[in-house]
Every structure is written in structure tokens, then in C-alpha cells.
């Protein structure tokens, strides 16, 4: 799948092309992420991406003229690649809120425009013949759309397959059921006096049923945790998840021990 990026900064994005699993995706091809900086399209001497906003007040605003530019630029090359005209996403405070659902879809699909607001954001008419959707990463604000970008090419870039070095990980991971993760625990199995000191208050030894070697016990323990923890924390999960149909007797007879 392909990501074309309008940005002001693509220095930004390059260190996540180095480490980790976005590194894996890229190098697989399995995410394909071409940067296009604003500042290219420009054709004055300052060049100029930015301008006052018409009606006074503070900030600037995003020019139409480069980002039409850059978007022609875009469509010949996703053309000359034989591929589709992928939708424009912008990242905005305005827009619905990015989930895991839309993560997927998004994963599934041949990809997106990423627009990258900076300053006080864009001109609306480019948005309103342009744009596709708006999201947003919540109800707080960001003084530019790279890190929504980047967080959302990360999340789509780990359901590619082959990008998470064990297939199985993503489908336990928070919301892909509807639900929040359970707790892990690794080494040392019961902590020693020095640990047990540096970590006052923890329980020094991990929940027996996961050294019990019981799969169904402990595929049992896991779903109560993840029940339980959704429970306390995020309640209204556990309404949709009830609506969706993905809870079963056996959780809902659980939960009600919980009351
Ligand atoms: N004046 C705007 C904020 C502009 S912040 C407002 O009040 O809504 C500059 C840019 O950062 C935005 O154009 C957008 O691309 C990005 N941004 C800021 N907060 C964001 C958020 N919560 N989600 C997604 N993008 C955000």
C-alpha cells in the first residue's frame, strides 16, 4: 500500500523509517511512503506556503495555491504507477477520531493522501474539493498534522503482513476484539528481595494460572482480565461490544460477578 504525505517538515518522518517495526514495513515494501514537501510546489522567490487569514485575527493559514500543486503532483505520479486515485485524508481537530475499525480498513486498503495541516490550518476550499475525510487524534491540540500522520502510518504499517515478526500479536492487542489488553508478565517469575524493594507494592510473583501450563485456564484468566480491565476503564467498550454481539455467555456471566 502507498502513503503520499503533504508536509512542510518531512525531515520529521525519516527517523521511523530507521527503527522498529515501521523500519520492517518499509523495508518489506509492505508500506510504501512517498514525502512530498509543501515547500517544492511553491513558485515566488519566499516561497511561500502560508498567508494571513482574510477577516483578521492571529495566524496564518495554509495556501491553496502549492497544495493544489502538490496534489497534481501526487495524481501523475499515482497514475504513472498504474495506480487508483487514493482519497485525501487531513488531519484536523474537526475530524472523527481515529480507531482501530478505521485503522483496519485503512490497512486493507490501497492506501491515502496525507495532508498535513500547520499554523491555524488550511484554506477551507481546498478542503471542501479536496479532502475525502478528516481525522482526528483527540480532543486536544498538536501544532501540526505530522504526528497524526506518523501515528497513523505506524498503526496501519503493523497489520501489514510480515511486519510483526509473530502474525498472532496484533489480534491480542487492545481493540482488536473490542477490548482493552490484558496485563503481561515475563522474568524472573517471583521477584527477589532487590526488585521486590524497587517495585513496593507489586505483587512479587506472577498470577499462578499463567505458570500453571493450563491453555484453557489460562485463555480463561486472560478474557476475565481484559473483561475486567475494559470494565473499570472504559465502560462504554463494553456497551459496543455487548451491541456488536462479541461477548459471550460465559463474559456476560463474568461481568456480572463484577457488579
Ligand atoms: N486552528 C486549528 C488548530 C491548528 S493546529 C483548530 O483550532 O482546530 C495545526 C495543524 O495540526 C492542524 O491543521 C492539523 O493538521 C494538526 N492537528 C492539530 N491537532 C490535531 C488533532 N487533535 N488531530 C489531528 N490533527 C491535529
Same mark, same amino acid.
Given at each position: 500500500?502507498?502513503?503520499?504525505?503533504?508536509? $512542510? @517538515?518531512?525531515?520529521?518522518?525519516? #527517523?521511523?523509517?530507521?527503527?522498529? =517495526?515501521?523500519?520492517? &514495513?518499509?523495508?518489506?515494501? !509492505? /508500506?510504501?511512503?512517498?514525502?512530498?514537501?509543501?515547500?517544492?510546489?511553491?513558485?515566488?522567490?519566499?516561497?511561500?506556503?502560508?498567508?494571513?487569514?482574510?477577516?483578521?485575527?492571529?495566524?496564518?493559514?495554509?495556501?491553496?495555491?502549492?497544495?493544489?500543486?502538490?496534489?497534481?503532483?501526487?495524481?501523475?505520479?499515482?497514475?504513472?504507477?498504474?495506480?487508483?486515485?487514493?482519497?485525501?485524508? $487531513? @488531519?484536523?481537530?474537526?475530524?472523527? #477520531?481515529?480507531?482501530?475499525?478505521? =485503522?483496519?480498513?485503512? &490497512?486493507?486498503?490501497?492506501? !491515502? /493522501?496525507?495532508?498535513?495541516?500547520?499554523?491555524?490550518?488550511?484554506?477551507?476550499?481546498?478542503?471542501?474539493?479536496?479532502?475525502?475525510?478528516?481525522?482526528?487524534?483527540?480532543?486536544?491540540?498538536?501544532?501540526?498534522?505530522?504526528?497524526?500522520?506518523?501515528?497513523?502510518?505506524?498503526?496501519?504499517?503493523?497489520?501489514?503482513?510480515?511486519?510483526?515478526?509473530?502474525?498472532?500479536?496484533?489480534?491480542?492487542?487492545?481493540?482488536?476484539?473490542?477490548?482493552?489488553?490484558?496485563?503481561?508478565?515475563?522474568?524472573?517469575?517471583?521477584?527477589?528481595? !532487590?526488585?521486590?524493594?524497587?517495585?513496593?507494592?507489586?505483587?512479587?510473583?506472577?498470577?499462578?494460572?499463567?505458570?500453571?501450563?493450563?491453555?484453557?485456564?489460562?485463555?480463561?484468566?486472560?478474557?476475565?482480565?481484559?473483561?475486567?480491565?475494559?470494565?473499570?476503564?472504559?465502560?462504554?467498550?463494553?456497551?459496543?461490544?455487548?451491541?456488536?454481539?462479541?461477548?459471550?455467555?460465559?463474559?456476560?456471566?463474568?461481568?456480572?460477578?463484577?457488579?
Amino acid at each position: 500500500m502507498r502513503f503520499d504525505v503533504i508536509t $512542510l @517538515f518531512p525531515e520529521l518522518f525519516a #527517523p521511523f523509517a530507521r527503527v522498529g =517495526v515501521t523500519r520492517r &514495513a518499509f523495508e518489506h515494501k !509492505a /508500506v510504501d511512503v512517498r514525502l512530498w514537501p509543501l515547500r517544492d510546489f511553491t513558485e515566488d522567490t519566499y516561497r511561500r506556503v502560508d498567508d494571513r487569514p482574510f477577516g483578521g485575527g492571529p495566524g496564518m493559514v495554509m495556501l491553496v495555491e502549492p497544495l493544489a500543486r502538490a496534489l497534481s503532483a501526487i495524481r501523475a505520479d499515482q497514475r504513472a504507477a498504474g495506480g487508483p486515485c487514493l482519497p485525501v485524508i $487531513l @488531519f484536523s481537530p474537526a475530524g472523527k #477520531p481515529l480507531t482501530q475499525p478505521r =485503522v483496519e480498513a485503512l &490497512a486493507a486498503s490501497p492506501g !491515502a /493522501v496525507l495532508l498535513c495541516g500547520r499554523y491555524e490550518g488550511i484554506d477551507q476550499r481546498f478542503i471542501d474539493a479536496h479532502v475525502d475525510e478528516e481525522i482526528s487524534l483527540g480532543d486536544y491540540v498538536l501544532s501540526g498534522g505530522e504526528l497524526p500522520a506518523l501515528t497513523l502510518i505506524d498503526a496501519v504499517a503493523r497489520l501489514q503482513p510480515g511486519v510483526l515478526r509473530d502474525a498472532a500479536s496484533h489480534q491480542q492487542d487492545s481493540f482488536s476484539d473490542g477490548l482493552l489488553d490484558c496485563p503481561h508478565y515475563s522474568r524472573p517469575e517471583v521477584l527477589d528481595e !532487590a526488585l521486590r524493594a524497587q517495585l513496593p507494592g507489586a505483587d512479587p510473583a506472577v498470577p499462578p494460572v499463567l505458570m500453571s501450563g493450563h491453555h484453557a485456564q489460562i485463555a480463561l484468566w486472560r478474557r476475565q482480565q481484559q473483561l475486567s480491565m475494559t470494565w473499570a476503564r472504559r465502560p462504554e467498550l463494553i456497551e459496543a461490544a455487548r451491541r456488536e454481539g462479541r461477548l459471550s455467555k460465559a463474559d456476560e456471566q463474568f461481568l456480572k460477578t463484577l457488579l
